[in-house]
């Protein structure tokens, strides 16, 4: 079958997988809340992340998919690696996730999940924002604004990771 | 959609404060570089050249007001409400810094990467109260945040600092993400993160109201756990228990001012077309926040709990203007948390005297007896505890008139009474401390040593003269905020 | 187009599966034999004679915050490198301060001596 024949089915395989990826970060982040290995917890991250860059690449957000997965799952994984495998006692054993605000943490997130939902009920869909371009106009558009709407705020991206890096070397060197 | 540069609309003049402070904090940096372990010299200086970096500041700050210009089509703006707000947050710089530079060596020798992180988290807040764009907002927010999580866990042995740390780090990160959350459903339905455009779409009646609505929920919770309103405030106690009393002492009042300041300006710039759906939640979340904080403050021990506490209770105060939702609450506020720099700081700089050396707390009983042993001590301490009960005629008397007479111009008289009820119930925690200092008997006799230096006096000296200065003649300060604001359409 | 990217999830998906078999059969077909000499990390070889999982020098830490905060960096360079063409200074101005920031953040870490392994 080829690919103009695939995309006649394209409707119902795209909700497919977006059942897919939805499901997956369900259930990952559920291991991600309440697995009872620190270390497993970090790998549910990763794999939620992981379906989150899935989900941008459904919403033909190409650029934010690509960065969620170089930046998320590449360095802030290798990040939070590091940071279990620097602390003594966290390789060890196990660390439960809960504790005695478990029920309270459930109820006021179940609580949360259902005021959610009532909005997704309230909104009338489609909701649409701003029109999309596709593809280079789309990053072409974004390096524009960077340097011209948005020119603030990307020179204040620098200062946030300087601040980061100062911060780091405050908190974690040797003395 | 093509995006056309417009060199004219590129004012630099409304980041030129911010961008002074950045360099300087790079001259910071570069004197801490050059420090060796033969020559330490450099990184003594690192304190004055931030010092010298917050009065440059202020200066350009001085040179560039009088003056109303957006940067880029409404990333940032510059308006007398933004260069109000800078002088606050350079005000708590400057104390914080001269407060730091005894106390920080004994905790931590990294006395350079300190002041150059206190020089970017000042310029984090100052750009909140410049923001006009939601994206402008989070990433200065999340600026000066970093910072301080980072801050407040400098005194790595302690594990108090270090509890501070983490606890601000996750209630912080967790706040994070309820503003960005907000922020980005109050995109999908408004269309646009600018404030103007979102007042335009609102105004039009073309929001989405369900997701705006949404979205302003949630950004009021964030905003809620920065400047410790109720609900939202757990954090509060601890985090300024456990960090070094010079950062309390400086995100006491930052935080509190850039957080207030960016609060009020979404509301009041971006969303004033909602005013009906958030003004009565504000006035509730203002209720329980004035009375959880002064009757929580009623009971503490330890010194700078109680004054996180009573910091809570002011959060309540000021957020008694906002829910008023008149254009003069913004005044007030600005007003309210200038003459709220100089009092927090200085009670916060009296409680880092009488701490014992490693320890980073005093407990009530130290001020026992304290008008005997320390006669200008108590007497500064007493000072700063009638300001901040707002006692006439001290700075802070006329802080509080004006927020509640903003909560009044807005119609919210009954707030207005709530909140000079709840003033009368914080007086009993603050003069309780002065009748400590004045009619008990020290409690430890051994223990009265105060821990003071050149700097600290310094630093004393300008709290002090604020707090009586700007309480005797208040007119000029009350004209210098008077309608500060650049509102939609104004 | 999103399903232009169905050839990379249908890669994605066999290659989980073809892992997945590569794991499971031989759980399930593979001889077991238990013994000491099987549970050794190494059959022949050197004894180990430390734990695997010892804790890391927290200098590996600033490291991967350095390898963090220049990924970010380099994200933000590719669409900016899209209209450097068109828009040439007033693109380049931008990103030389941007730049300039994170390298200032580089030169102070590497002058405070975090980037030295040492002793």
Redesign the interface.
């Known amino acids: 079958m080829s690919?103009p024949e695939?995309?006649a089915l394209?409707p119902t395989?795209?909700e497919v997988?977006f059942v897919l990826f939805a499901l997956l970060i369900a259930v990952t982040s559920l291991i991600a809340a309440m697995a009872p290995n620190l270390f497993h917890n970090a790998l549910g991250l990763v794999a939620t992340l992981f379906g989150i860059a899935?989900i941008y690449?459904?919403?033909?957000a190409e650029?934010v998919g690509?960065?969620q997965i170089?930046?998320y799952i590449?360095?802030?994984a290798?990040?939070i690696t590091?940071?279990i495998?620097?602390?003594?006692g966290m390789?060890?054993g196990r660390t439960s996730a809960m504790n005695r605000q478990g029920l309270a943490g459930a109820i006021i997130s179940g609580l949360f999940f259902v005021v959610?939902l009532g909005?997704v009920f309230?909104?009338?869909w489609p909701?649409v924002?701003?029109?999309i371009?596709?593809g280079?106009a789309l990053?072409?558009?974004?390096?524009?604004?960077?340097?011209?709407?948005?020119?603030?705020?990307?020179?204040?991206?620098?200062?946030?990771?300087?601040?980061?890096?100062?911060?780091?070397?405050?908190?974690?060197?040797?003395? | 959609?093509e995006?056309?540069?417009d060199l004219s609309t590129l004012n630099l003049a409304v980041?030129l404060p911010e961008l002074t402070l950045?360099v300087f904090a790079i001259l910071v940096?570069a004197a801490d570089v050059f420090a060796t372990p033969k020559n330490p010299a450099p990184r003594q200086w690192t304190p004055w050249i931030a010092l010298a970096g917050v009065v440059a500041a202020a200066i350009v700050n001085l040179s560039v007001s009088g003056r109303e210009v957006t940067?880029?089509?409404g990333?940032?703006i510059l308006d007398k409400f933004a260069v109000g707000l800078n002088y606050i947050i350079l005000l708590a710089t400057g104390l914080g810094i001269l407060l730091s530079v005894k106390y920080i060596p004994r905790i931590?020798?990294?006395v350079g990467?300190?002041y150059?992180?206190t020089l970017?988290?000042a310029?984090?807040m100052m750009?909140m109260g410049a923001a006009l764009?939601l994206?402008?907002l989070f990433?200065?927010l999340?600026?000066f945040s970093?910072?301080l999580?980072?801050l407040s866990?400098?005194n790595?042995t302690s594990p108090r600092s270090t509890e501070a740390a983490i606890k601000y780090f996750l209630l912080g990160a967790f706040s994070s993400a309820f503003f960005a959350y907000g922020g980005a459903l109050i995109?999908?339905?408004t269309?646009t993160t600018q404030y103007y455009g979102i007042a335009q779409v609102t105004a039009a009646g073309l929001a989405?109201t369900?997701?705006l609505y949404?979205g302003i929920a949630l950004l009021v919770a964030g905003f809620g756990f920065k400047v410790s309103l109720v609900p939202f405030h757990s954090w509060t106690p601890d985090v300024y228990q456990g960090a070094p009393t010079p950062v309390t002492a400086f995100m006491s009042v930052g935080t509190k001012a850039a957080a207030f300041a960016a609060f009020f300006r979404v509301m009041l710039v971006a969303l004033p077309f909602s005013y009906g759906a958030w003004s009565m939640p504000l006035a509730l979340l203002a209720v329980i926040t004035m009375a959880v904080g002064n009757f929580a403050a009623l009971q503490q021990r330890s010194l700078k709990r109680m004054l996180a506490y009573s910091s809570i209770a002011h959060a309540g105060y000021i957020l008694t203007a906002l829910a008023g939702g008149a254009a003069e609450g913004a005044d007030a506020a600005l007003f309210y948390l200038f003459t709220y720099a100089f009092m927090n700081i200085g009670a916060f700089a009296v409680v880092m005297a009488l701490e014992e050396m490693g320890a980073e707390d005093a407990m009530q009983d130290r001020a026992k007896g304290l008008g005997k042993t320390h006669p200008i001590m108590a007497f500064l301490m007493a000072i700063f505890m009638f300001g901040l009960s707002g006692m006439p005629p001290l700075a802070g008397f006329y802080g509080k008139v004006l927020l509640f007479e903003a909560a009044v111009a807005g119609g919210m008289i009954w707030l207005a009474i709530a909140a000079v009820a709840f003033t009368a119930v914080g007086a009993v925690y603050y003069l309780r401390v002065i009748a400590n200092m004045y009619f008990a008997d020290p409690v430890d006799e051994s223990a009265d040593e105060v821990n003071r230096s050149l700097p600290l006096d310094v630093g004393l000296a300008i709290a002090v003269a604020g707090t009586i200065l700007v309480g005797v003649f208040p007119g000029f300060w009350m004209n210098a905020f008077q309608q500060s604001m650049a509102l939609f359409g104004g | 187009?999103?399903?232009d990217?169905?050839p990379l999830?249908i890669l994605v998906i066999t290659a989980m599966i073809f892992a997945a078999i590569a794991i499971i059969t031989p759980t399930i077909f593979g001889p077991k034999r238990d013994n000491t000499q099987k549970k050794q990390p190494y059959e022949s070889g050197m004894i180990p004679f430390h734990d695997a999982?010892r804790?890391?020098?927290?200098?590996?830490?600033?490291v991967?915050?350095?390898?963090?905060?220049f990924?970010?960096?380099?994200?933000?360079l590719?669409?900016?490198?899209?209209?450097?063409r068109?828009?040439r200074w007033?693109?380049m101005a931008?990103?030389v301060?941007?730049?300039a920031?994170?390298i200032?953040?580089?030169l102070?870490?590497w002058k405070?001596g975090?980037l030295d392994w040492g002793e």
């Open positions: 690919l695939m995309s394209f395989l795209q997988i899935g690449f459904m919403l033909e650029f690509v960065s170089l930046v590449g360095a802030i290798t990040l590091f940071a495998m620097l602390t003594r390789m060890f959610l909005i309230q909104v009338p909701n924002v701003a029109d371009t596709d280079e990053i072409a558009n974004l390096g524009a604004l960077f340097v011209s709407t948005y020119l603030l705020p990307f020179e204040l991206l620098a200062l946030l990771l300087l601040v980061a890096l100062t911060g780091a070397l405050l908190l974690a060197r040797d003395r | 959609m995006t056309t540069l980041v950045i940096m940067l880029f089509q990333a940032a931590n020798k990294q990467e300190y150059a992180l970017l988290t310029t984090g750009m764009d994206i402008t990433l200065a999340e600026i970093l910072a999580y980072i866990g400098l790595r995109y999908a339905g269309g989405n369900p997701l949404a | 187009m999103a399903i990217y169905l999830l999982r804790r890391f020098s927290v200098k590996y830490f600033l991967a915050m350095l390898f963090l905060l990924d970010i960096e380099v994200i933000f590719y669409p900016w490198a899209v209209v450097l068109d828009l007033l693109a931008p990103m301060f941007f730049l920031v994170l200032v953040g580089l102070y870490e405070k975090a």
